[in-house]
C-alpha cells in the first residue's frame, strides 16, 4: 500500500520547537509518531537539503530510525547537521543513518547510496516507510548541485516499491515548478 501525501510548504526542517528552511510542520514526523504506535517505522529522506528537523526528532527513538540522502552539509544548508558521523543517541543510538553527497552526484552515484540506505532499512525491520520525497536533488533544480536525471527518479520509485513496506510519501522540496510534477510521477 501507498499514499502519497502533496504538502506545502515543506517540513523536514522543522523540529519540536521550531521552524526553518521554509518548515513550520513537520509532516512526515506527525505521521512517523503515529504509525510508530502500531510498529517499528523508518523515515527515509530523499530530500537535496538534510532533514534536521526530523532527525532532531527522533536522534534517541529505538522505534523511528531516521536514513537521509542529501548534499554535503559542509556545503549545503543546513550545515550543522546531516554528518556520516551522527548515529543516534540513548535508546536510539545506531538509528540515525545519514548519507552526505557531494557537489556533483550523478544518478549512479545517488543510485549506488539508495541502496546502501535500503541495506540499513532493511536491517532495522520496519513495518512502515515514510519518505520525505524531496525532488530537488534534480538536475535542473535552481537549488541543487546534483546531475540526477528525470530518469532516477522512477527508478527510486520502482525500488522503494520492490522493499514492500506500507508506504507513505510526504512531498517535501522541490523548486523547478515546471518539472516538479514529472518528477513525482515518475
Do not use: W
Not at 505521521?31 to 517505522?41: E, I, P, Q
Not at 544548508?77 to 545519514?98: L, Q, R, V
Not at 530537488?136 to 514492500?164: C, H, K, Q, W
Request: glycine share 10%.
Amino acid at each position: 500500500q501507498v499514499v502519497y501525501a502533496l504538502c506545502r510548504p515543506p517540513g523536514h526542517h522543522a523540529p519540536r520547537d521550531l521552524y526553518g528552511g521554509y518548515c513550520y510542520l513537520n509532516n512526515a514526523a506527525v505521521a512517523a509518531t503515529r504509525l510508530a504506535k502500531s510498529g517499528r517505522v523508518t523515515i527515509l529522506d530523499v530530500d537535496y537539503h538534510h532533514g534536521n528537523g526530523t532527525q532532531a526528532i527522533f536522534y534517541a527513538s529505538e522505534v523511528v530510525q531516521f536514513v537521509s540522502l542529501h548534499a554535503d552539509p559542509n556545503s549545503v544548508y543546513p550545515f550543522y547537521s546531516g554528518y556520516a558521523n551522527e548515529k543516534g543517541e540513548g535508546a536510539g543510538e545506531g538509528t540515525t543513518c545519514n548519507f552526505p553527497l557531494p557537489v556533483g552526484t550523478n544518478d549512479h552515484v545517488y543510485l549506488n547510496a539508495l541502496d546502501r540506505a535500503f541495506s540499513v532499512i532493511a536491517d532495522f525491520g520496519p513495518e512502515y516507510l515514510v519518505v520525505s520525497l524531496g525532488v530537488d536533488i534534480y538536475v535542473e533544480d535552481p537549488l541543487s548541485t546534483f546531475f540526477v536525471s528525470s530518469d532516477t527518479f522512477e527508478t527510486i520509485g520502482r525500488r522503494l516499491g520492490a522493499m514492500n513496506f506500507s508506504t507513505l510519501l510526504v512531498q517535501e522540496g522541490g523548486y523547478n515548478l515546471d518539472a516538479i510534477g514529472n518528477c513525482v510521477a515518475d
